[in-house]
């Protein structure tokens, strides 16, 4: 065991990294020496602060066609915006630009791709700076796909601003703090995990005010010897006691240039959505989520009466009428959680709300499910992750099947809310019978949509140490999903699903590698990586498709029919098994006209892709279209 002051964040382990130990003479050395580059680098102290959002796409993988269409994720930048407020409580001076709105404000007002140039934020950084003229520049990225535009960023400025210090935080810094720090040397210094109290540690330490003995959740690059040091040690958790300040910031802007949530398709184009959080933490400890390697153990729980004034300012000085809740255990604490929606209700704000990070099921009864409505609830994602007991317990899911089922029979009278239900797939040891599980039990819980994922195992969480050791033999190249089959060794960049079997339809057009079905083998045994993506596929038909076939309530078909469209009409559209179901959903809701475009769609696309055509034949579903074209001929 390691010592409880130290917590060893970091498992890509470079050549020269110390972590400090408490008590530890080196530790204490070189908690001195952190604090003498701090002083060295800022001589004068810190008195303005730039806090920079990264772009969150990167330019490689960039695609002006998905901007154009809203399909990149738009959030505001929550977590710095609470620092600008917190800092500024403090008598320093702050700021904020938001890199990856500029990328998508720029690509929605072009109207070719040739007018387009993802090197926008490069001007509105310089003139940001020169405008603010700050002490430090603090770069923000939440997500490991950022790490490219993180490192752009931070050359831009060594390039550009020499002698301007960068920082920087957020969720993929906090996971990968040396790999930052290896990779990007213009960082100087990584603040880990919650950034209130470590960026205040670290201000006071610059501003002379505290000694470098207070530091804590902190890496850096060190000289003489050259080397990075991570000081692990937590911070006393942090009190939410500050609303965001988004300066000048367009939050107007965001959901008319990107996605907020997993629920734009219940909302018109034309209304605003923002984020908001009211609790931070979650009661759980699931083996594959990083959520509490970064906020620490337990849940905080915000006042409820500040977390709807600040919902109310939201609604009246940017126009906003659908919120994300950004917490991860929003029903934590059920009554306060009751009072929450209840004090929304009160207010007659007419602004609707949905809990797209997911909620815990073992949570729900009828107060808090009759709250929730009264509050503007449209829609939440259930972390069922799989239906296997043997699974659930070695991920740690605070769920069970008879929770799960118990919550869906519940679920059953609230119609009004869409549910999903959160599945992953290709977990450690699952076999195909235990995939066949999670098939069974979504089923038998019969939510409205169920979005599943193959296993990318996020560093820093105890599911990729697990991997990491299965893989200690393997010295194999990258698999299909670009998950290293090393993966100390490779930067698991997370690639969802649906992405890379895009990808692959697309060089399988003209020639389809040999598919079968996984469930026709035998059930023991455990599918290997390169079978997942596949195994995919036969799961969501399965549990999101085939159901329409015999789902006698219109109203589910008609929540069916509303996600089928959005996958059709802006995520992908030249999908044949979208365009058919969503032309079954028309048929059976009286929608002909709908039925005879997107069956004639779907035939099309699948003419155009050998990809899909043997998909179609092995699952049957060919004679699905047939049928469907059958009865549209004899309705016509
Ligand atoms: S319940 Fe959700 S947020 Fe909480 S640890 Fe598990 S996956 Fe993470």
Known sequence: MSDPAVVTIDPLRPKRLFHLREGNDAGVLDLEALGAEIARRFPAGIRRILFVAVPQIAEEHFVFDAARKRRYPGFPPYGPAVLVAMVEAGGIQADIVDLHLAVLDHARSCEQPEQFSYAVWQ??????????????VGLSCMFNMGHGPLKQVASFLGANFPALPVIAGGVHVSLTPTMVLEDIPEISFALLNEGENVLQRFLDVANGRASARELASIAARLPAPDRIVVHGKRDAPTQLVHSPDYKALPIDRYSRVGRIGAYTFLRSDEAVAATVLSRRGCRAQCTFCSVRSVNGEGVRVRDHVAVVDEIEHLKRRYGVSHIMWLDDDLFYDRDDAIALFDEMAARKLGVTWDASNGIIASCLNEPLLDACVRSGCVGFNIGI???????LAHMRKPGSVERYLGAAELLARYPGIFTKGFLILGYPTETIAAVQDSVNLSLAMDLDWYPSQILTPMPGTPVHQLMLDQDASSAGPADALGRSTKLGEGRTFSIGATGSIAKRERSEREQARPFSNPFDGPHDRI??????EDLWIVVDYRINYQPILSQPDPRKLEKKRLMLAEICDRMTSDNPLGNLF????????????????????????LQASAFWRLRFEVLRIDEVLRDTQRRLSLAA
């Open 385 to 391: 992750e799989s239906g296997n007991r043997e699974i």
């Open 123 to 136: 001007g509105v950084l310089a003139e940001r700076i020169a405008a603010f003229r700050p002490d430090v």
């Open 582 to 605: 969503l032309a079954i959903c028309e048929l059976r809701l009286g929608d002909l006209a709908g039925a005879r475009l997107h069956v004639d769609r779907a035939a099309e696309h």
């Open 527 to 532: 599918p290997a990586r390169e079978e997942l």
